[in-house]
């Protein structure tokens, strides 16, 4: 969800398609890299070790969404922040920006 809001507030200060392009590269560049170290780290560690290591942060990151979860308060904190800054800076701007932009196109 924060993505989502992270691309809307740079598609208002930036060209979309440029905000499109540099996302997509990015989610290209670290699909290559995850499949990359996928295919490597288990040629370089031996398979015993590999199978603890991926044992411990399953069990890590399992506690670490459970705590998460149960404290509550981050995400919509930055929900609510989010939203307003966003209504800030439409009412600053009053709209005119974008929909000049709209009608002219």
Do not use: Q
């Not at 044992?55 to 609510?80: H, R």
């Amino acid at each position: 969800m924060f993505f989502i809001y992270l691309y809307k507030i740079l598609a208002m200060r930036h060209p979309r398609k440029l905000v499109l392009a540099g996302c997509l590269s990015a989610l290209t560049v670290m699909t290559a890299l995850s499949a990359s170290l996928g295919w490597v780290a288990p040629n370089l560690i031996s398979r015993k070790w590999t199978h603890h290591v991926t044992t411990l942060l399953f069990f890590v990151f399992g506690i670490w969404s459970l705590w998460e979860g149960f404290k509550e308060d981050g995400e919509s904190e930055d929900l609510a922040e989010m939203e307003a800054k966003l209504d800030a800076d439409f009412k600053s701007n009053k709209g005119d920006s974008k929909t000049k932009s709209k009608v002219s196109a």
